[in-house]
Nanobody, 127 residues
Framework: QVQLVESGGGLVQAGGSLRLSCAAS????????MGWFRQAPGKEREFVAI???????YYADSVKGRFTISRDNAKNAVYLQMNSLKPEDTAVYYC?????????????????????WGQGTQVTVSS
């Protein structure tokens, strides 16, 4: 069983930066596709960024050029560096692991394609 714990959220002014961290335990971290998703009040959980086991990164168009996903397999951790934050980035950010695509066919940008989730960390961007 994989456990994920996010940290690093908080309140920041528009234009500011935050770095989210996700610490994983259990499982074989280096083999997992790792993802960041977010959910704003009243909205569905949406894709933000993913990084494959090989280090390939993919981003939602809304964050491309502002957010950077990275991973440290030695520390079993994945990070999300968020720059030039906007009020519309306000949401609970979730870390996900264990993409089920190879057996389910679900695309890695879909939130229903992951076995493991963290508890989330709140990011609030004030205008």
């Amino acid at each position: 069983q994989v456990q994920l714990v996010e940290s690093g959220g908080g309140l920041v002014q528009a234009g500011g930066s935050l770095r989210l961290s996700c610490a994983a335990s259990g499982g074989t971290f280096s083999t997992y596709t790792m993802g960041w998703f977010r959910q704003a009040p009243g909205k569905e959980r949406e894709f933000v960024a993913i990084m494959s086991w090989s280090g390939a990164a993919y981003y939602a168009d809304s964050v491309k050029g502002r957010f950077t996903i990275s991973r440290d397999n030695a520390k079993n951790a994945v990070y999300l560096q968020m720059n030039s934050l906007k009020p519309e980035d306000t949401a609970v950010y979730y870390c996900a692991a264990g993409w089920t695509g190879p057996r389910t066919g679900v695309a890695p940008r879909r939130s229903n394609g992951y076995d493991y989730w963290g508890q989330g960390t709140q990011v609030t961007v004030s205008s």
